[in-house]
């Protein structure tokens, strides 16, 4: 058995947990913050058999994309002395960072 733990970005999450429970994987939802242009995130965790693993990385992959998106950069110095303007710079956001870990034993009490 496996423990898959997917970090994937918020607007990704419904998505993905819709996906997941059609195909009768079971999902345990964590809302959490990335440090990374400290947006939300979702942290998704599943149990799965390790033969049904492959198919919830495939659900994972095709959900989760990277994509560009503009964002404001730290303050930067334009112009005049002391005046700092933030600029916007484009970023990869999206994708998912997965964690499994093999389990030895699971317990439902």
């Not at 918020?10 to 009768?24: G, H, K, P, T, W």
């Not at 492959?54 to 930067?76: H, L």
């Amino acid at each position: 058995m496996k423990l898959i733990i997917a970090i994937v970005q918020d607007e990704d999450a419904s998505r993905l947990i819709s996906q997941l429970m059609n195909d009768n994987f079971g999902v345990t939802k964590l809302a959490t913050t990335g440090g990374f242009l400290r947006a939300g995130n979702t942290t998704l965790i599943v149990g799965v058999d390790d033969d049904r693993f492959q198919g919830a990385m495939d659900i994972i992959e095709k959900v989760c994309k990277s994509r560009k998106q503009i964002s404001p950069s730290p303050a930067s110095m334009v112009g005049m002395p002391g005046a700092y303007t933030p600029y916007p710079i484009e970023v990869v956001v999206g994708g998912a960072t997965v964690f499994v870990l093999t389990v030895d034993q699971f317990m439902k009490l």
